[in-house]
């Protein structure tokens, strides 16, 4: 079930984006309306809760304080078994509440998944996008979250060829991510949006941003694989969230890990036992062991 907590971006000033212009002033939904529909959602015999927004570490922000960590604890705290997942949340307001969003990460209701986009490993070019942290910033928070969850799966976005990117910028980019070791990483190609500020930069050549994705792309799929290798024989419970391209079940463990299952048995909304026999950049391969709702 998807639950929407906040709508627009408070921050609203990221050179390339235009959900400031599209969906308007940031604002949050109060925790109340948000528990409730999480609530509600379980009722109906919901089993995976999404928190969703443009960026979830702004919660709450609008109405004097961060609230994220309180609203993950109380929807935990709702009866049932099922698990959350909490959405994509930018660095730049994580600082002062980074050590009460950790402790709620450790519930085990929370799906130990951080979506925190890292756009470029350049300073120079964070600067020039107006995203309001530093590499060093970025590289800190992931820092402490493994610190308490060495199990965590980090996802990432980045944008390649943005107008001011050198070669040297993206190769610090290909460095940080070297260093932080995503498990999954989005790559987008710069485009320009009508009506933001980084319309108006000269682009680099197409061409140019197309070596880069690619070279990019190549490096995230190893480190994506790396990752994924590393979980061959956990075994442990999991929620079947999904059904596969040919029919498969699908199941997430607590890290959010895909496991693509030897089954095509309808287990939708079922708690499993699995074993991970094996992987690949994008998935994990698993046996069915036990079924246990």
Known sequence: GIVPVSEGCRWARCTFCVIPIARGPFFSYPMSEVVEEARR????????????SQDMGSYGLDFGRNM?????????????EFFIRVGMMNPIYLGPILDRLIASYLNPKVFKFLHLPLQSGSAKVLRDMDRGY????????????????????LATDIIVGYPTETEEDFEMTIKVLNEVKPDIV????????????????PRL????????????????????IKS???????????????VGKYGEMVC???????????????????????????????????????ILS
């Open 41 to 52: 959602m379980l009722e109906d015999g919901c089993r995976e809760i999404w928190l969703t």
């Open 68 to 80: 994220l960590p309180d609203l993950i604890n109380e929807v935990a705290r709702l009866h049932g």
């Open 134 to 153: 530093t590499p060093q910033l970025y590289q800190k928070i992931v820092e402490k979250f493994r610190e308490s969850i060495p199990e965590l799966t």
């Open 186 to 201: 989005n790559i987008s190609k710069f485009y320009p949006r009508p009506g933001t500020p980084a319309n108006k930069l």
């Open 205 to 224: 050549p197409s061409r140019l941003v197309d070596e880069r994705s690619k070279v990019m792309t190549e490096i995230c799929k190893e480190l994506s």
């Open 228 to 242: 994924n290798e590393k979980w061959i024989g956990w075994h442990g419970l999991a929620l079947v969230d999904e």
């Open 252 to 290: 997430r463990n607590v890290s959010y890990k895909p496991i693509v299952l030897d089954t095509k048995r309808d287990l939708l909304g079922k708690f499993v036992e699995v074993s991970v026999v094996d992987a690949a950049a994008y998935c994990l391969f698993g046996k069915l062991e036990n």
